[in-house]
């Protein structure tokens, strides 16, 4: 067997399914735009599902509808029915991110192809010994009332060389797929290799290892046929169509072909490997514990990175928060076993990057912006690491067992998940309460409700009433906003009342742009739209009543001048897009947006805070641009890679089809993809007014503005705002001059106060001192209150009534302050009584402190204390001559 490079064998696994008329499609992104049932894409069939479902008829590409497809879909697996995360690196067969090849058949070919195929690659193309191969069949399952996959059985004698003790029958959990808890599914064929040395083989018969773990006995290719659909009532309903899905794990097979032990020895892994040792100073294959920590960083990373480059940064909720989880796992691994104290995961990028770039393009596209987000998550965890490791060193010092509480504190102070405190309390031999730490964090867990949103029913909604049975639809808000209309279906809802129609001018939300409101009337009823939302039928009104008789000519207008609001907001959008790329440079990419009839809000990538000159220079450009009165150009149906060749600006893991709308505001300046309503000349803005930047995620900045009627509104507000800062101060030609000097005169008044009070104070301090009460050996009590005095101040006098009197005298001087609630005691001991009375200040005003509701302390002869008890002080007062003979007497 010829030695196979990684990109060799990809690519003779698509060129093989073309010979076989299979149409090659890029992979979807890691994170599913579209489908709010996943949090990551984890296997190739999510970005068909709508085919499956029967939503599609096919694959479209330019016109044509394909139904044979090849593919490898980067795929993620770290949560639900395929968590992997705990096992990677640990052994070296599992991964976060993997690659998975697949061959499709939508409707066309079923079992008999799927599995001829499968033999002629591994057998015929790739040499591998059909003695080595074994294949599962789905053994029936009599809960789901499903028998034997006698056919499968047959399909594998008929059309392989396999022998027959080779093909083996597997209950539903090894031999029948589903997407999720509902959804597309169906009996699987997998095939399993045996790759152990020919003396193990003869022992024990491979087929007795099968789905045993054995890691040298391995699944390498699952065949799915997918002939049903998961209810929600758990019952299977039979798909109208037939069709197949196959995976094939690439990183497993890289291995086979190279003859690698493990996937880590193929060239997908060996790239990466070696930076990490080449920045750790380690190599691959020295010691078992650095080797588990390379292993996680090499496969964190392509997770990790994929994720960003997809559009998924690191954060707190659903998706992001096990980005960051993946991220974090890396980075410890590197701080506690490779000795990596500095950020050191994003020097990763690169080497990746490359590795992919005639595959998974995307992430050369964006290799500086996945760098700096990845450098940035790095830095603030590194911060807060070794202060949580010292933290937990000291938590399991005399204690073998971790509590909910401290693992919670070590989540939320110092980020460590679950998992990462679990891994080191095992290496340690501690055990962890996960269910006290379950209970905390489901408390704290109101504010992720996010990560509920992917749970959503697969098997579509029943609960329509359809008033016309018709498939057309037609989105008309481009050209009117009132269009005559029929109504299609209507739902009745506890909250919401819901109505498709065959066509609507209504914008329903998508691409950051609010969804438009309005009526839509028959002259008798008047139905109130507050909301539309996208569905494969169509769109579905939100409305505030169902219409008593929904049959007959109805008209949908859409509210003018709100909608005329949003465009000249939308339109401004674009125009600082470009505006954001002129000024800060080409790296700036969009990263969300929000546009509604009030205000804009744009977030896009790049690294620091821009500067008011900055600003200023974006918001003059915008206004040119606005003055200009550029006209609006829109195409149509334009053919996805015709766009590209143009340049026109595409949202990275944006999903768009083979035509797409572009518009553009002069094609020098501005020209996006963009399915949203804009101005037809930006004249119509009127005025673009940005109000603010800031931070909105690692290597994301973020900035507000307003348009139209909004920015005229604000304009006038600030205006008012000057003329009544001028009516206060007076006329004037330079109020910020007159302010700052009102905050100068201030200041100086403020001292002068300061100076006045410190000499009311003085004064009240010589008074007490010409009354002493002298104790019965001798020593002198000076003491009293100082009317509005701080902590400062006593201390100030404090050091006067030691300079006013050299020996045998103890000062204790009380303020307060009502209106906050607290009282202050300093105390002043020559130097004489704390040497030969031993009498300190700092345990006489810890006494005092104490009847006042605080505490305090300081030096011997100078000290100072705080209490939350004012009405205490005359108290204390009254019994500060016993309090003090009993210290003496102590000391």
Known sequence: MSHKSSAQIRQEFLDFFKTKQHLPVPSAPVAPK?????????????????????????????????????????????????????????????HTLFEMLGNWSFGDYFKREAIRWAWELLVD?????????????????????????????????????????????????????????????????????????????????????????????????????????????????????????TGMGFERMCAVLQQKKSNYDTDLFTPLLDKIGALAEVSYGDAEQTDIAMRVIADHIRAVSFSIADGV???????????????????????????????????????????????????????????????????????TLGQGIELFE?????????????????HDTYGFPIDLTQLMARERGVEVDQEGFKERMKQQRERARAAGKFTVDQSSQKEWITVNDTDEFEFTGYDELASDVRIKALRKGDNHNAIILDR???????????????????????????????????????????????????????????????????????LVHAALKQVLGDHIAQKGSLVDERHLRFDFSHFEQITPKELGQIE?????????NISKQEERKVPIDEARQRGATMLFGEKYGEEVRVIAFDPEYSMELCGGTHVEATGEIGYFRLLSESSAAAGVRRIEAKAGKSAGHHLRSEHELVNRIRAEIGQSDHIVRDIR????????????????????????????????????????????????????????????????????????????????????????????LTREKNLKAGALVGTLGRMLGGGGGGQPNLATAGGRKPGRLNEMFDQLPSIILKELDEA
Not at 178 to 204: A, F, V, W, Y
Not at 394 to 410: C, H, N, P, W
Not at 620 to 628: F, G, L, R, S, T
Not at 749 to 756: D, H, S, T
Request: aromatic share 8%; glycine share 8%; hydrophobic share 35%.
């Open 34 to 94: 579209d489908d709010p049932t996943l949090l990551f894409t984890n296997a190739g069939m999510n970005q068909f599902k709508p085919i499956f479902l029967g939503e599609q008829p096919g694959y479209k590409k330019e016109g044509e509808v394909w139904h044979r497809v090849v593919d490898s879909q980067r795929c993620i697996r770290v949560s639900g029915k395929h968590n992997d995360l705990e096992e990677v690196g640990r052994d070296t067969y599992h």
């Open 620 to 628: 003059e450009m915008v206004n040119e641009k606005v003055q200009q």
């Open 394 to 410: 000291e938590m399991t010092k005399d204690s073998d067992r971790i509590s909910g509480e401290q693992a919670f504190k070590l």
């Open 741 to 832: 000097q009102l905050v100068e005169d201030r200041k100086s008044l403020e001292r002068e106060v300061e100076k006045l009070r410190h000499q009311q104070s003085l004064a009240c301090l010589n008074e007490l001192f010409a009354q002493p009460t002298v104790l019965e050996n001798g020593v002198q009590l000076v003491s009293g209150e100082i009317p509005r005095a701080d902590m400062d101040l006593l201390k100030q006098l404090g050091y006067e009534a030691l300079e006013k009197a050299k020996e045998a005298t103890i000062t204790v001087l009380g303020a307060r302050d009502e209106d906050e609630g607290k009282v202050y005691v300093a105390a002043a001991v020559t130097d004489d």
């Open 125 to 245: 193309e790739w040499d591998l010994k059909p003695d080595r191969l074994y294949a599962t069949v789905f053994g029936g399952d009599r809960e789901d009332g499903l028998p034997v996959d006698e056919e499968s059985i047959a399909l594998w004698k008929e059309e392989t060389g396999i022998a027959d003790d080779h093909i083996l029958k597997f209950d539903k959990t090894d031999n029948f797929w589903e997407m999720g808890n509902t959804g597309p599914c169906g009996p699987c064929s997998e095939i399993h290799i045996d790759l152990r040395p020919d003396k193990e083989r003869d022992q024990k018969s491979g087929a007795e290892l099968v789905n045993m773990d054995d890691p040298k006995v391995m699944e390498i290719w699952n065949l799915v046929f997918i002939q049903f659909n998961r209810q929600s009532d758990g019952s299977l309903e039979k798909l109208p169509a037939q069709h197949v899905d």
């Open 504 to 574: 609507t001018p209504f914008y329903a939300e998508s691409g950051g742009q609010v969804a438009d409101t309005g009526v839509i009337s028959n002259g008798e009823e008047h139905l109130r739209v507050l909301d539309v939302q996208q569905s494969p039928d169509g769109y579905i009104h939100t409305v505030d009543q169902l219409p008593a008789d929904p049959g007959g000519d109805w008209q949908a207008m859409v509210d003018r001048e709100r909608r005329r609001e949003i465009q000249k907001h939308h339109t401004a959008t674009h």
């Open 313 to 383: 940064s690191p954060g707190n909720d659903g998706r992001s928060y096990v980005v960051r989880r993946i991220l974090r796992r890396a980075i410890r691994y590197g701080w506690d076993r490779l000795e990596l104290k500095e950020p050191f995961f994003h020097k990763l990028v690169p080497v990746l990057a490359d590795q992919f770039a005639d595959v998974f393009p995307v992430l050369i596209q964006q290799q500086e912006y996945v760098v700096n987000v990845i450098r940035s998550e790095e830095q603030s965890f590194l911060n």
